[in-house]
């Protein structure tokens, strides 16, 4: 079993997701960039599109806006200005 990565994704009014996932793919300000389980540590900030939760080949894909995301070794944290679960 690969190892999983602790993802956690919270707006203002709630928190969206927590969990255990393969991957998170999320919009940097800087650029795009994905998330496996020992990811080296950094934030950032991040800009308008996707967040996409990839857990057992299946893709949860949420929309944001703005916010920061967090990776430490305990997992990535992502606290958006605006998040939902896209349609």
């Known amino acids: 079993m690969a190892d999983k990565l602790h993802f956690s994704l919270v707006s203002p009014e709630r928190e969206l997701f927590s969990g255990l996932v393969d991957q998170v793919d999320a919009p940097g300000s800087e650029g795009d960039f994905g998330v496996l389980a020992h990811h080296a540590p950094f934030m950032t900030t991040l800009k308008e599109g996707q967040v996409r ?5 299946k893709v949860t894909v949420y ?3 703005g916010g920061f995301a967090d990776v430490t070794p305990e997992g990535l944290t992502i606290l958006a200005e605006h998040a939902q679960e896209a349609a």
């Open 53 to 57: 939760v990839y857990v057992d080949g």
């Open 63 to 65: 929309e944001v806006r």
